[in-house]
């Protein structure tokens, strides 16, 4: 596995410093970030829901949740629900199902990353597989 070719393509495009961190295959945020031995504040995972209709990005710790009451307001919108997983593989077809980036405008999604985050020097996430990270500071990543 490797980080998809769209990701990779993103990131060239972006002209920033990344590393690729492969790892044994993990499922959950919590635990790729146990695998690869990074704190679960620095892992970055993307929710993804439908707000109005529009998917929309949540990216927050893998320690945490997304508040959907608190995302309902900041989206303005007035419904907010969950995306399926049926519909993760038409939003991300270059992805493992559950594996996508937290790049929104790759996929032409409006994103909102916690702002714990940002607090962060760097972060790491999924690179479209569940054996694949991208590693990078955390300014170059916003």
């Not at 920033?16 to 620095?42: F, N």
Request: with cysteine; net charge negative; charged share 20%.
């Amino acid at each position: 596995m490797a980080v998809t070719p769209m990701v990779q393509e993103y990131l060239r495009r972006a002209n920033v410093s990344y590393s690729v961190l492969p790892h044994p295959p993990a499922y959950t945020a919590q635990e790729e970030a146990a695998i690869t031995h990074v704190p679960g504040r620095d892992w970055a995972k993307a929710v993804i829901c439908f707000a109005d209709g529009e998917p929309v990005m949540a990216v927050v710790p893998a320690d945490l949740a997304v508040d959907l009451g608190r995302l309902l307001m900041l989206t303005g919108t007035e419904t907010l629900r969950l995306a399926s997983e049926h519909e993760l593989e038409w939003l991300y077809p270059d992805c493992e199902r559950g594996a996508m980036p937290p790049f929104g405008p790759l996929y032409k999604q409006r994103v909102f990353v916690d702002e714990s985050l940002a607090s962060e020097e760097q972060i790491v996430f999924n690179g479209g597989t569940h054996g694949d990270a991208v590693c990078m500071r955390y300014d170059d990543f916003a």
